[in-house]
């Protein structure tokens, strides 16, 4: 485990993680650091720790697992936000994370009942939700991690045209409210793990859609660390 943990160095605290509000990390700081570590520690100095992930990636999925099984996290952290279920599922997860047990058909409308239909079929989030419940069960009720949904509420039987597909708009939209509600307004630490797209400082990088989940959060002092090209990148926010 020590090798992969060295080796997602580069996936969650350079390529595409933001933490806010709060210090930033200093610009000399080691990049090489036992991620795992890294993660927990940015939770002393920010509220909100991203990582920018790569969907459907076996070694992330293994790297969440190894996370949230690490005795120091929830200690460090309140809740997980996820980009792999919708508003309408919170319900669901609540009771799942608790230690509920679900049908396979019941628990798979989480992952498949989103706006990204068929994007969450990997077993890697599977897999991680059954990590985040055993790891509630060892602990006491008012320390287990909290999962909310951060996708945009949805009921397909209501959409039947591509217009009611693009009403519902952007889910960074979704993505922003849940970490400004949920997490900022209430104080709380929260890890969430969205695409990298969501997290780019500035917006997307794509023109016509600049406005992301980073560009929505309220935190006027808040901090992107992001690597797309392979370098470290340390810059607060404006």
């Given at each position: 485990?020590s090798?992969?943990?060295r080796?997602?160095?580069v996936?969650?605290?350079v ?6 509000p709060?210090a930033?990390?200093?610009?000399d700081?080691?990049a090489?650091e036992?991620?795992?570590?890294g993660?927990?520690r940015?939770f ?11 969907h459907?990636?076996?070694?992330a999925g293994?790297?969440y697992?190894a996370?949230v ?5 929830p200690k460090?952290?309140?809740l ?10 919170q319900?669901?997860?609540?009771r799942?994370?608790?230690g ?6 019941a ?7 989103t706006?990204k239909?068929?994007a969450?079929?990997?077993?890697v989030?599977?897999?991680?939700l059954?990590a985040?419940r055993?790891?509630n069960r060892t602990?006491?009720p008012s320390r ?7 996708d945009?509420p949805v009921?397909?039987?209501r959409?039947q045209?591509l ?11 979704s ?5 400004n509600?949920?997490v900022?307004?209430k104080r709380?630490?929260?890890l969430v ?9 500035g917006?997307?990088p794509?023109?016509?859609r600049?406005?992301?989940t ?6 006027p002092?808040?901090?992107v660390?992001?690597?797309p090209d ?9």
């Amino acid at each position: 485990m020590s090798k992969l943990r060295r080796a997602c160095v580069v996936l969650v605290l350079v390529q595409g993680a933001f933490a806010l509000p709060g210090a930033a990390w200093a610009a000399d700081e080691p990049a090489a650091e036992d991620a795992i570590r890294g993660v927990v520690r940015a939770f002393e100095h920010h509220d909100v720790v991203a990582i920018g992930e790569v969907h459907w990636l076996k070694q992330a999925g293994d790297f969440y697992n190894a996370l949230v099984r690490d005795p120091a996290f929830p200690k460090a952290v309140d809740l997980i936000v996820i980009e792999f279920a919708s508003g309408q599922s919170q319900a669901t997860l609540d009771r799942y994370v608790a230690g509920e047990e679900f049908p396979d058909q019941a628990l798979r409308r989480i992952w498949r009942d989103t706006t990204k239909v068929a994007a969450w079929e990997s077993p890697v989030y599977a897999r991680w939700l059954a990590a985040i419940r055993d790891v509630n069960r060892t602990l006491p009720p008012s320390r287990r991690l909290l999962v909310l949904a951060g996708d945009t509420p949805v009921d397909w039987s209501r959409l039947q045209t591509l217009d009611d597909r693009e009403a519902l708009g952007s889910n960074d939209v979704s993505f922003a409210a849940v970490l400004n509600e949920e997490v900022i307004a209430k104080r709380r630490k929260g890890l969430v793990v969205l695409g990298s797209n969501h997290l780019y400082r500035g917006g997307r990088p794509n023109p016509g859609r600049s406005k992301n989940t980073t560009t929505r959060v309220e935190a006027p002092s808040g901090f992107v660390v992001h690597r797309p090209d392979g370098r470290r990148q340390s810059r607060p926010t404006r």
